[in-house]
């Protein structure tokens, strides 16, 4: 049985993310991914360039065993590269992907989620950078096409989630971005959660399941991203969100699930934003 824990407080470095959700997550330790309830589909957030929220994933993929991957990090056309002769070998897969340059941390974090589960089916849930670009300019709905309904990105969200999700691009980069893009960057984001959950419908199909995705804690979070738009397009399969924090969350946050673990070393990731402002 997952153990939960209690006595979460409040912090200002996630409070930003967790707008808008008023249902009770779990908190879980990493021996707890290897006990979580039964689903089609398992989403794992993460802080991107967090070894530990990799090694987490790594033990949840390990433990559940799933017939499919999907990783927001690699698009459909890498994710087709990843072959037999490859997907044993880190640096031959790495190359294989165009990983480098590719603008994700390190491969080597994120090699052993693939190792895994080595005969899983690997899928791409993300998107050229120049799809994304347009979303900003043109909408969701227009750069998704066909289907655009299903993941309801030809409706207008509620004021309130629109509100919402602006607030968290604009904190996101470091209170930079000037308020007239901030509609657009929650078009992208919406776009992205589309493309994600339309690679976990293919898989389900393809592969029956279970699917397990890899993504940032974002696409994860079960209120507004990918668990909610497979509620719609997917009725009837089962989705757990497990969100990964680096510090204490409010004590309600939107997953189903979360982990809390040590911060990892990086760089001041709002410098580079100051440095372009001054």
Known sequence: MIGLKEGMKPSFLYA????????????????????????????????????????????????????????????????????????????????????????????????????????????????????????????????????????GLSDALPAPQQSARELLQKQAHCNALPENLLPGMVEAQRLRDATLAAAVIKALKETAGPVIVITGNGHARADWGVPALLDIAAAGKTTISVGQFEQDPWDEVPFDFYLLTSIAEREDPCAAFIKKKS
């Open 16 to 151: 930003f993310a967790l707008i808008g959700f008023a249902a009770q997550a779990g908190e879980i330790t990493p021996s707890g991914l290897a006990d979580l309830p039964a689903a089609d589909v398992i989403i794992l957030g993460e802080v991107h360039d967090n070894p530990v929220h990799h090694q987490n994933q790594t033990r949840a993929v390990s433990a559940l065993r799933p017939t499919a991957l999907v990783f927001e990090m690699l698009t459909p056309d890498q994710a087709a590269k990843v072959t037999p002769d490859n997907r044993g070998n880190a640096t031959k897969l790495a190359a294989a992907l165009g990983w480098q340059g590719s603008g994700w941390p390190d491969f080597a974090m994120y090699y052993p989620v693939f190792d895994a589960a080595p005969k899983a089916q690997i899928y791409g849930g993300g998107l050229p950078r120049a799809k994304v670009r347009r979303a900003v300019s043109e909408g969701a709905a227009v750069v998704f096409g066909d289907g655009a309904a299903v993941f």
